[in-house]
T-cell receptor
Framework: DTGVSQNPRHKITKRGQNVTFRCDPI?????LYWYRQTLGQGPEFLTYFQNEAQLEKSRLLSDRFSAERPKGSFSTLEIQRTEQGDSAMYLC?????????????FGQGTRLTVV | GESVGLHLPTLSVQEGDNSIINCAYSNSASDYFIWYKQESGKGPQFIIDIRSNMDKRQGQRVTVLLNKTVKHLSLQIAATQPGDSAVYFCAEKQAGTALIFGKGTTLSVSS
């Protein structure tokens, strides 16, 4: 399978714990995006990378959230001191850098439940 | 702030009917639009896209219409099938920014 891969698929954690999610984009896609989706809502943009550079962060992204893409390939999203409001599906997407806009390809997501 | 929105949260159709899902956007600077389909427990799946220099684009059983005058986007699905049941999102984009999604329309197809 050469699509976007996210791990783990599901994560249950206790409030206050730290969690880290991983995203492996489609090979040679140099743009990588993180979104959060809650039930009944559309995906909300969190942040995006072009290669290893984090180019944009949403104002929704609190200081407890940090994302990295150290070698311009896979990315990690860490949430520190999780809160119940962090429970959501975390989606990763990737796209190639082209002159024209192009679609982003999404992974299956990581569903986080904070208890 | 500006965002993409959908007119109806749910749409129910009979198998074989044509479906039309609508979306209104407010950012006149957006120049690229995508329709995604999302099934339960899965990530959004690309259906069709359209650039702002076009007003219509056709795919297999799907057509996207763009009306920039009234900032309206629609997705037409011909001969809707039970497998088309899902949540449909429109998304907009400007150059150099990420996709911004609306809230979604849930399409239910009964046979």
């Amino acid at each position: 399978d050469t699509g976007v891969s996210q791990n783990p698929r599901h994560k249950i954690t206790k409030r206050g714990q730290n969690v880290t999610f991983r995203c492996d984009p489609i090979s040679e896609h140099n743009r990588l995006y993180w979104y959060r989706q809650t039930l009944g809502q559309g995906p909300e943009f969190l942040t995006y990378f072009q290669n290893e550079a984090q180019l944009e962060k949403s104002r929704l992204l609190s200081d407890r959230f940090s994302a990295e893409r150290p070698k311009g390939s896979f990315s990690t999203l860490e949430i520190q001191r999780t809160e119940q409001g962090d429970s959501a599906m975390y989606l990763c997407a990737s796209s190639p850098r082209t002159v024209m806009n192009t679609e982003a390809f999404f992974g299956q997501g990581t569903r986080l439940t904070v208890v | 702030g500006e965002s993409v929105g959908l007119h109806l949260p749910t749409l129910s159709v009979q198998e074989g009917d044509n479906s039309i899902i609508n979306c209104a956007y407010s950012n006149s600077a957006s120049d690229y639009f995508i329709w995604y389909k999302q099934e339960s427990g899965k990530g959004p799946q690309f259906i069709i896209d359209i650039r702002s220099n076009m007003d219509k684009r056709q795919g297999q059983r799907v057509t996207v219409l763009l009306n920039k005058t009234v900032k309206h986007l629609s997705l037409q699905i011909a001969a809707t099938q039970p497998g088309d049941s899902a949540v449909y999102f429109c998304a907009e984009k400007q150059a150099g920014t990420a996709l911004i999604f609306g809230k979604g329309t849930t399409l239910s197809v009964s046979s």
